[in-house]
């Protein structure tokens, strides 16, 4: 199930085939350039980066009811009022994030060499806004081959290149290097998706989700190891956090919320999710404080990066990278809040200019003199946000 915002609906693999039929045109990228913020000064020794889940801006972003403690960071520090996602729905986002490309796929499935699947968004019967647009056929049978086990460079390949450290920390993920789909998975008869491996990027690249990669005992769960590294000040200088479906505001169902004793986390059965809203806002008060009050945080010049992948799938307004569907349609991933945080901070700033998940994978790049992967090689489809990260 998600959030859409015609209500909640079950996405599959098979609901999106039957409407392959009348898919739509080539695949390209939204012709934007964004102007360069000015440069400032202040380079983050380590960034922290926390995704959280399906929200447009104005859901958050003033809804104090819900989110006071975001409306407090979002009033406080630094944001960007023109982001959006990728495109549509989770999955390609956390690529696109994590490797400069959302690999051409349009759904959410598992990782795997011999995993295909048919795009679920930008299809006739998608359930949402996305059908208002449409893939182009080369699109979709491109996207339907393609496998989802990615052999590109990617984020980590950077900063191991560069002598830079990284652990990822995925909430509710039972073991590191945890090679399944969902967790805790069946709990007496009711599937329960805490876990997703769709919003954990890392194992779908084959250079690090591979028998015996000595990579993936750096994808941890996020409990106990998390306070532990920040406690003994041995977090790296990339830390990728991402939070379990109850506490990102993606939700999961009431049944499976019930057993997991969070009724909050469940999908209401219309309007919006205010339980999970509240449950994310708590999460970001809990891990925030935690970073903010670490040695690390008190003895560096370090940034928090937290950003939603994409809206409720009320509108797929796009990014500077948003790829391009039949008769030039952007499949954007809608807007969505971004908050930058600095420990030596000066005044709130507000970036305007157009940004996506490409642009801030692009600013890391360039603070960090990794190079480039992708569409943040060029500034037509990545762009900088800079400015967020200065004094």
């Known amino acids: 199930m998600r959030k859409t915002a015609f209500g909640w609906k079950q996405t599959t693999a098979g609901a999106a085939a039957a409407a392959l039929v009348m898919g739509g045109a080539f695949m390209g990228v939204a012709d934007a350039s964004p102007a360069e913020p000015r440069q400032g000064e202040g380079v983050p020794q380590h960034v922290f980066y926390i995704m959280m889940e399906n929200h447009g801006k104005s859901q958050i972003i003033g809804n104090t009811a819900d989110a006071p403690y975001i409306n407090q960071l979002a009033t406080k520090y630094n944001t960007a009022s023109d982001f959006h996602g990728v495109t549509h729905p989770s999955l390609p986002n956390y690529l696109s994030a994590f490797s400069g490309s959302f690999q051409g796929i349009w759904d959410d499935c598992k990782a795997g060499a011999t995993v295909t699947c048919p795009p679920e968004e930008f299809v006739p019967g998608s359930g949402d806004a996305t059908d208002g647009a449409s893939l182009t056929p080369a699109q979709v049978a491109s996207a339907s081959k393609t496998p989802h086990m990615f052999s590109g460079r990617n984020l980590v390949d950077q900063l191991e290149a560069k002598g830079r450290t990284w652990k990822a920390y995925m909430q509710s993920m039972p073991q590191a290097g945890f090679e399944g789909e969902y967790a805790p998975g069946n709990v007496n008869g009711t599937t329960v998706k805490l876990y997703a491996q769709k919003h954990n990027p890392f194992m779908y690249f084959s250079d690090i989700n591979s028998p015996g990669n000595p990579r993936l005992k750096q994808v941890v769960p996020l409990e106990k190891n998390f306070d532990a590294d920040l406690a003994s000040g041995t977090v790296p200088d990339f830390s990728w956090i991402s939070p379990d479906q109850c506490h990102d505001m993606h939700g999961i169902s009431p049944s499976a919320a019930a057993i997991v004793g969070l009724p909050d986390c469940g999908y209401p059965s219309s309007g919006l999710d205010h339980g999970a809203i509240r449950l994310g806002d708590q999460f970001l008060h809990d891990t925030v ?100 990260f200065a004094r």
């Open 289 to 388: 404080t935690k970073i903010m009050n670490s040695p690390t945080w008190k003895a560096s010049n370090s940034s928090i990066v937290i950003n939603w992948d994409e809206n409720d799938y009320s509108g797929y307004s796009g990014g500077p990278g948003s790829p391009v569907g039949a008769k030039g349609a952007v499949l954007g991933g809608g807007d969505a809040p971004l908050i930058v945080i600095n420990s030596h901070s000066g005044p709130h700033k507000d970036s305007d200019v157009p940004a996506d998940h490409y642009t801030v994978l692009a600013t890391l790049e360039h603070m960090w003199h990794l190079g480039c992967l992708e569409n943040t090689c060029s500034a037509r489809t990545s762009g900088s946000l800079r400015d967020l």
